[in-house]
């Protein structure tokens, strides 16, 4: 069974960078595609940005675009979310997410629903000051 762990997030200033890291144990992480969600307090969960299996498509959230690169590292079982240009409504607990079912094609069009990702991680916080 895969497990995932989030790691990197902390407080910055707004303007700020953060590094987040999704590592994975075990399993078929490898051939899974990965999405990074984050939820504010008081509000619902929503996507931030999603890779496929091979990294070879990524999406983003609109209001992150520019600012966030996600990307793995299928030897190292990793994905990363590097995170520029913080700002204070950035924050929230990050999680990362694994499509264990493969309902996620290679291509990445559009944002993706929580609802299909089997694998989920425990959450960083990400606290971005003004």
């Known amino acids: 069974q895969v497990q995932l762990v989030e790691s990197g997030g902390g407080l910055v200033q707004a303007g700020g960078s953060l590094r987040l890291s999704c590592a994975a144990s075990?399993?078929?992480?490898?051939?899974?595609?990965v999405g990074w969600f984050r939820q504010a307090p008081g509000k619902e969960r929503k996507f931030v940005a999603a890779?496929?299996?091979?990294?070879?498509?990524?999406y983003y959230t609109d209001s992150v675009k520019g600012r966030f690169t996600i990307s793995r590292d299928n030897f190292k079982n990793t994905v990363t979310l590097q995170m520029n240009s913080l700002k204070p409504e950035d924050t929230a607990v990050y999680y990362c997410?694994?499509?264990?079912?493969?309902?996620?094609?290679?291509?990445?069009?559009?944002?993706?629903?929580?609802?299909?990702?089997?694998?989920w991680g425990q959450g960083t916080q990400v606290t971005v000051s003004s």
């Open positions: 890779i496929s299996w091979n990294g070879g498509s990524t």
């Open positions: 075990g399993g078929m992480f490898s051939r899974y595609a």
């Open positions: 997410a694994a499509d264990s079912w493969g309902t996620i094609g290679d291509t990445i069009s559009r944002e993706i629903s929580d609802l299909l990702f089997g694998l």
